[in-house]
Antibody, heavy 119, light 110 residues
Framework: QVQLVQSGAEVQRPGASVKISCKAS????????IHWVRRAPGQGLEWMGW????????KSSPKFQGRLTISKDTSANTVYMALSGLRSDDTAIYYC????????????WGQGSQVTVSA | DIFLTQSPLSLPVTPGAPASISCKSS???????????LSWYLQRPGKSPQLLIY???RRASGVPDRFSASGTGTDFTLRISRVEAEDVGVYYC????????FGGGTKVEI
């Protein structure tokens, strides 16, 4: 089955870090860039960054420069998103999504991982 | 960055009636290859976003034909010919011509 399955909900203190996983199955892991998008409460979708699982190249939004790390484990068909220096406004649902190059769009999404930042 | 402005922010709809959402871009989304790098998504309550439209006007696999999209350059429109109850949620446009950005979203509710 073609899917992206993400890790579960996390509650973290301000200043801490969080790492979310996104496991791909049913398609060639190295053939599609995987992006991270978040949606904070009452807000819209926000693009964060992406990784090319084929060569490991990454790019992040300048907004998260220095705090966001996207990595991969090819043997596990899994992409990771780590965000450090958490603040209350990082509370959001985080999604991984597969980028479909031919359509220049996201054609497959993970189920989302809730991250709550609270003292 | 390319900015996308959606309107309206909220759209009350009636089942069976048509509906439309606008997405205006701060720059043309027409690539030199002739394709328009704009897509539309629906995020139903409690669900992940799903792709509706890609390359400006092409319906994604499995998307009902009551959904259509048009537009060129900087002005785009998503249309629902006859709204159904399952169409409620937040609709987003997204551009992939440069660093990815989303519109602010349009909440469709019955």
């Amino acid at each position: 089955q073609v899917q992206l399955v993400q890790s579960g909900a996390e509650v973290q203190r301000p200043g801490a870090s969080v790492k979310i996983s996104c496991k791909a199955s049913g398609f060639s892991f190295t053939s599609h860039p995987i992006h991270w998008v978040r949606r904070a409460p009452g807000q819209g979708l926000e693009w964060m960054g992406w990784i090319n699982p084929g060569n490991g190249n990454t790019k992040s939004s300048p907004k998260f420069q220095g705090r966001l790390t996207i990595s991969k484990d090819t043997s596990a068909n899994t992409v990771y998103m780590a965000l450090s220096g958490l603040r209350s406004d990082d509370t959001a649902i985080y999604y991984c999504a597969r980028f479909w190059a031919a359509g220049e769009a996201f054609d497959l999404w993970g189920q989302g991982s809730q991250v709550t930042v609270s003292a | 960055d390319i900015f996308l402005t959606q309107s309206p922010l909220s759209l009350p709809v009636t089942p069976g009636a048509p509906a439309s959402i606008s997405c205006k871009s701060s720059q043309s989304l027409l690539h030199t290859n002739g394709f328009t790098y704009l897509s539309w998504y629906l995020q139903r309550p409690g669900k992940s976003p799903q792709l509706l439209i890609y390359l400006g006007s092409r319906r994604a696999s499995g998307v009902p034909d009551r959904f259509s999209a048009s537009g060129t350059g900087t002005d785009f429109t998503l249309r629902i010919s006859r709204v159904e109850a399952e169409d409620v949620g937040v609709y987003y446009c997204m551009q992939a011509l440069q660093t990815l950005t989303f519109g602010g979203g349009t909440k469709v509710e019955i």
